[in-house]
């Protein structure tokens, strides 16, 4: 007899009791091992002071890269709680239809309220979900694509929630270019919230026309978690600043944006143009900015 084919996403716990997976074709978890539901509520949701904006009437959200679906049920849970009549409207947009399909299992599900796990479930097999307070699209393919239609209509979103994986793996998700799609998408008092702290991606931020606003560390932290993220927005009196550090960071040859002209280059071409760029050019090397302010 021949024995089953495994599963292809296995759940693998994190440590808040949350689940997350590993892509073998990215070579990284899907979120945090620290926590994927605190990931989520901690570097997007209050980053983006959303329960701030949960008192409005309506509230139009994008993620992107949906993945298991935490971000939106995060946002969900969030907005419902503070203020259950608010209209909803969620764009996701997502390469890889069997990710949110397996997320809607038990226990991975386990810890949303009744309301937002059926949301999850009709929004990963139906691709959308329509209640009286709640119009949410799954759209299936290539972000660099989905994106422009959302652009083509004109639709823009009051919190951008950017969650591919890194730069280093899915450096078509992180370019100048796509980048500038996605601040195309930003409602003019919107907020976008990204886990990366990256020199190259905040350039990118900045091309799109944005202020550029850092997620801050505690006062106790080992010497190399100096943010946890970024946040974005077109008033900057809504962020908290780069400390000295990041504003530095931007100086230095990291900061060399990823570029991907057409929107349709691989990821080893994306990668080959960066390092070129990067080699050729006279801005400080990192290394040398890592030994200045002692970061290992």
């Known amino acids: 007899m021949m024995e089953p084919e495994p599963a292809p996403?296995?759940?693998?716990?994190?440590?808040?009791?949350?689940?997350?997976?590993?892509?073998?074709?990215?070579?990284?978890?899907f979120h945090s091992r620290e926590g994927a539901k605190t990931e989520a509520?901690?570097?997007?949701?209050?980053?983006?002071?959303?329960?701030?904006?949960?008192?409005?009437?309506?509230?139009?959200l994008l993620d992107v890269c949906y993945g298991l679906g935490y971000n939106t049920a995060a946002a969900l849970e969030t907005i419902w709680r503070?203020?259950?009549?608010?209209?909803?409207?969620?764009?996701?947009?997502?390469?890889?239809?069997?990710?949110?399909?397996?997320?809607?299992?038990?226990?991975?599900?386990?810890?949303?309220?009744?309301?937002?796990?059926?949301?999850?479930?009709a929004i990963a097999h139906d691709y959308g979900y329509q209640t009286s307070g709640l119009q949410a699209t799954l759209l299936i393919g290539d972000a660099r694509q989905t994106i422009q239609q959302l652009n083509q209509w004109g639709w823009q979103a009051?919190?951008?929630?950017?969650?591919?994986?890194?730069?280093?793996?899915?450096?078509?998700?992180?370019t100048i270019e796509f980048l500038g799609q996605v601040g195309r998408c930003l409602a003019p008092k919107g907020k976008f919230a990204t886990y990366s702290r990256s020199a190259a991606v905040r350039t990118a931020l900045l091309a799109a026309g944005l202020c550029l606003g850092t997620i801050p560390v505690g006062e106790r932290h080992r010497s190399h978690e100096w943010s946890y993220g970024t946040v974005a927005a077109f008033d900057p009196q809504s962020l908290h600043p780069l400390s000295p550090m990041e504003q530095e960071h931007l100086q230095t040859r990291a900061a060399i944006p990823y570029r991907d002209p057409h929107l349709d280059d691989v990821a080893a071409m994306i990668l080959q143009r960066h390092q070129a760029e990067q080699q050729h050019s006279s801005l400080e090397s990192t290394s040398q900015w890592r030994r200045r302010w002692s970061i290992r």
Request: glycine residues 4%; contains cysteine; hydrophobic residues 40%.
């Open 9 to 29: 996403w296995v759940p693998e716990p994190t440590h808040d009791g949350s689940f997350t997976f590993f892509s073998p074709e990215f070579g990284e978890h």
């Open 41 to 60: 509520l901690f570097k997007f949701v209050q980053a983006t002071g959303l329960e701030q904006r949960a008192s409005q009437q309506t509230l139009k």
């Open 82 to 121: 503070i203020n259950p009549r608010c209209q909803v409207e969620v764009y996701g947009l997502e390469l890889d239809e069997t990710v949110p399909r397996a997320a809607i299992a038990p226990p991975l599900i386990d810890s949303w309220s009744p309301a937002v796990q059926t949301a999850l479930k």
């Open 158 to 174: 009051d919190t951008i929630f950017f969650d591919p994986f890194s730069p280093r793996r899915c450096p078509q998700l992180w």
